[in-house]
């Protein structure tokens, strides 16, 4: 297939891309590199990768892009709570705008699949789960935008959307800004952690499982197009509070602490569903045991020590 990625630099892209290179896909990549990462590298080496520096938003650039795609993975974003707060306009533009542009100018027979967030569900209900028919209550602006994106992608048919748990693990653009790969670095680093809204529930998914979801996507367009999945680990919708046993568990001296004041900015708070996902035939194979024990190796080798001699 011919499968354009924009965004597909980023913590998801950089691992997925270089998986659909090696089971023979034609890919194009459009980023802005706003990150200054290198993180397709390894993918070089693949006569069948192409990659452009540009911006999501501009639909010249897209049209031409677009002309040779059977399929659009729209993974250019920027992602996270606090960093959508700071840059309001950037995020309804890249977030939602590019996502309409390419809606606009894609034909009907071409594909899309695109992830989004399961904060869609915002607060859930305490011992119920979350599922695709659960009405969405965003709380954040990066939740919002991120189901308005969704809802012009699946109205204009031939799509599918997946509402990613919080994703963990390594990837070659590393993010360790996401919960699990933040609790693992303070763990590493500092041995310890104050956490605040301790009680506070998520679902959780390894980057690696979000590529296979997207390839499983690719092989099974037809029976799961035009709908809406929940991806996450079944047996990992679990607190904060329990993360941090899990990490202890691998780090022995790391101490967590519980803070009676401290407001998690992305306020979700809800358990998940994934059977939809699951009952079609796909199974996450990536534990968050198996995620914690590889950030253990990578933070081995990483530090965020730019301004300090540690
Ligand atoms: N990681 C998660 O936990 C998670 C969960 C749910 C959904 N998602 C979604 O998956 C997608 C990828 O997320 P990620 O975790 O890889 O984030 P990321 O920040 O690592 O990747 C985003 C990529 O988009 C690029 N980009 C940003 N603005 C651009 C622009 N204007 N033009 C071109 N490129 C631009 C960035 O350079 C980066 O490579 C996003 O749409 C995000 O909302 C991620």
């Known amino acids: 297939m011919n499968i354009l990625v924009t965004g597909g630099a980023g913590y998801i892209g950089s691992v997925l891309v270089f998986e659909l290179l090696k089971l023979g896909h034609n890919v194009v990549v459009l980023d802005n590199f706003m990150y200054g990462q290198d ?21 010249r650039l897209l049209g031409n892009l677009l002309k040779d795609a059977d399929l659009i993975i729209p993974l250019a974003a920027l992602v996270g709570a606090p960093k959508c707060d ?30 989004t967030t399961n904060s869609g569900y915002g607060i859930g209900q305490k011992g119920i789960y979350c599922t695709e028919e659960t009405p969405l209550n965003p709380i954040t602006l990066y939740g919002k935008v ?60 390894h980057v690696r499982d979000v590529a296979r979801v997207f390839i499983f996507a690719i092989d099974n367009f037809d029976k799961l197009k035009d709908q809406p999945y929940n991806v996450g680990l079944s047996d990992a919708n679990i607190s904060k509070w329990e993360l941090c046993a899990k990490i202890k568990e691998q780090v022995p ?11 998690d900015p992305d306020k979700r708070d809800y358990i998940v569903s994934n059977e939809k996902i699951e009952k079609n035939g796909f199974k996450p194979i990536y534990s968050l045991e198996m995620g914690i024990a590889e950030l253990i190796k990578a933070y081995t080798m990483l530090s965020n020590s730019r301004y300090g001699n540690v």
């Open 39 to 59: 993180s397709l590298l390894d993918c070089c080496i693949f006569h069948n990768f192409r990659v452009i520096r540009g911006d999501a938003r501009d639909e």
């Open 86 to 115: 700071r840059d309001k306009i950037g995020t309804i533009t890249v977030n939602r705008d590019a996502v309409m542009s390419l809606v606009k100018l894609a034909s009907p027979q071409q594909r899309i699949i695109m992830p």
């Open 146 to 205: 991120k189901v308005e994106a969704e809802k012009i992608v699946l109205d204009r048919k031939n799509s599918i959307s997946f509402r990613l748990a919080t994703t963990f693990g390594v990837s070659p653009r590393m993010r360790i800004d996401l919960l699990v790969n933040d609790f693992t670095y303070r763990a590493v680093k500092d041995r310890f952690v104050v956490v605040f809204e301790s009680h506070v529930k998520r679902n959780y998914i």
């Open 253 to 263: 001296d790391f101490v967590y602490l519980e803070s009676a004041v401290g407001e």
